[in-house]
C-alpha cells in the first residue's frame, strides 16, 4: 500500500500537532493551503475558539490579491492576519504549519506576519 502526498501531510501534522498548543496568552496560527488559496486563523486552544481569520478570499485582501501570484498573494494573507491580531491585541502567536514544508507560501505567509509586527 502507498503512501499518498497527503497522507504523509497529516503524519506530520499529527507529529508538529502533538508540541504546539495555543493558550489565551500565545495563541496557535494556523495555515491551510489549497492548490488556489491560503488560509490563516489564529486559534485559542483551552476555550477553542478562533480569534481571527484571514484567507485569499477575504474581502480586505481579494482585491489586492487577483493580479498578484500565490506567494506575493500568501505574504499579504500574513500581513492582514498581523493586522487583525494587532486589532484585538494580540502580539505573540505560536506558529502551527499545519504539516506543510516550510517554504513557498508558507514561509511567503509567515514573513508577511513578521514584517507587520507578529512575533512568532
Do not use: W
Amino acid at each position: 500500500m502507498s503512501i499518498t502526498k497527503s497522507d504523509s501531510r497529516l503524519r506530520r501534522k499529527k507529529r508538529i500537532r502533538k508540541k504546539v498548543n495555543g493558550t489565551p496568552e500565545r495563541p496557535r496560527l494556523s495555515i491551510f493551503r489549497t492548490a488556489k488559496h491560503i488560509y490563516a486563523q489564529v486559534i485559542d486552544d483551552v476555550d477553542g475558539k478562533t480569534l481571527a481569520t484571514a484567507s485569499t478570499l477575504s474581502k480586505d485582501v481579494k482585491g489586492e490579491v487577483s493580479e498578484a501570484n500565490k506567494t506575493e498573494a500568501a505574504k499579504k494573507v500574513g500581513a492582514a492576519i498581523a493586522k487583525a491580531c494587532k486589532d484585538k491585541g494580540i502580539e505573540k502567536v505560536v506558529f502551527d504549519r499545519n504539516g506543510f514544508i516550510y517554504h513557498g507560501r508558507i514561509r511567503a505567509l509567515a514573513e508577511g506576519a513578521r514584517e507587520a509586527g507578529l512575533s512568532f
